[in-house]
């Protein structure tokens, strides 16, 4: 007969796994701000600085003069400036009863023809399309610190994102080193709404960068299984691992029947001793 010694880890390795699974289950358990207050900080930053890119109108970046660069993208030289943009403009409106040119903003912003972009203008363009979208990726997955937790992994692409995000913002800006805000030929490009909502914008994307690299709010019940975990483990370290050990055991039946075929041997043999 075999007597099998079982291992006394066993227990604690299956329970060890059984934390991971619950770890796992925690990241995708929708509950209420699983990481606390602290992630509505980036958050609400966050929003407010993608709000910044959609309160504009494509036409409003910046205000033009010169006659030039005027002329150039409208054909006429009446306009004494422009509201221009990365993507349109718009003209202002002659009022004869006050004698003064005005935008009028219900108006809708005009195309520019496609001889007057240059090299900045296409960079300013394709910087500021990929700002939007790491904008909204780090905006998406900041909401979702709302119902369910992140990882630091998780939290470090945040971080990554919106100073990303910060920087190619800053690309619109290559807009005054186009060809049409050459101070060189007359022409003069200041700061309008557009502009001044991008530095905004920019100050408030690093804000929130800043915030979400200085500290990582731990999830309550990820922290709750991560101490569990590391009770178990010290609790394996203190266990010292066993094989299974196989014993071989002599049944009681076995050695008094052994015992008895020697008694009877040895009385044959006295017997034909004697004889």
Aim: net charge neutral; glycine share 6%.
């Amino acid at each position: 007969m075999y007597i099998f010694q079982r291992n006394n880890t066993d227990d604690a390795i299956g329970r060890s796994v059984e934390g991971k699974r619950k770890r796992l289950i925690s990241h995708l358990d929708c509950q209420i701000l699983p990481h606390g207050f602290y992630p509505l900080i980036p958050t609400i930053l966050s929003s407010m600085a993608l709000w910044t890119s959609t309160v504009q109108d494509g036409c409003d970046f910046g205000r033009l003069e010169g006659e030039k660069s005027i002329t150039k993208i409208t054909g006429s030289d009446v306009f004494p400036f422009l509201e221009v943009g990365l993507y349109n403009y718009r003209a202002p409106i002659f009022y004869a009863t006050e004698n003064e040119w005005r935008l009028a903003f219900t108006y809708e912003c005009l195309e520019y023809p496609m001889e007057v972009m240059d090299s900045w203008w296409t960079a300013g363009k394709v910087l500021t399309g990929i700002s939007a979208v790491l904008a909204g990726t780090v905006c998406l997955f900041l909401w979702c610190t709302s119902c369910i937790s992140l990882s630091i992994r998780t939290w470090r692409f945040c971080c990554v994102t919106a100073f990303l995000a910060a920087l190619f913002r800053t690309g619109a800006f290559f807009f005054y080193m186009t060809s049409i805000c050459n101070k060189q030929g007359g022409n003069n490009c200041q700061l309008a709404f557009g502009s001044k909502v991008d530095i905004l914008g920019i100050m408030l994307w690093t804000i929130a960068g800043f915030f979400i690299i200085a500290h990582y709010p731990d999830p309550i019940l990820r922290k709750a299984f991560d101490d569990e975990e590391i009770r178990m483990a010290e609790e394996m370290e203190q266990l010292r691992p066993k094989q299974l050990a196989v014993f071989p055991v002599r049944s009681n039946v076995r050695q008094g029947s052994n015992l008895s075929s020697r008694a009877s041997s040895q009385n044959s043999l006295n017997a034909s001793m004697m004889a």
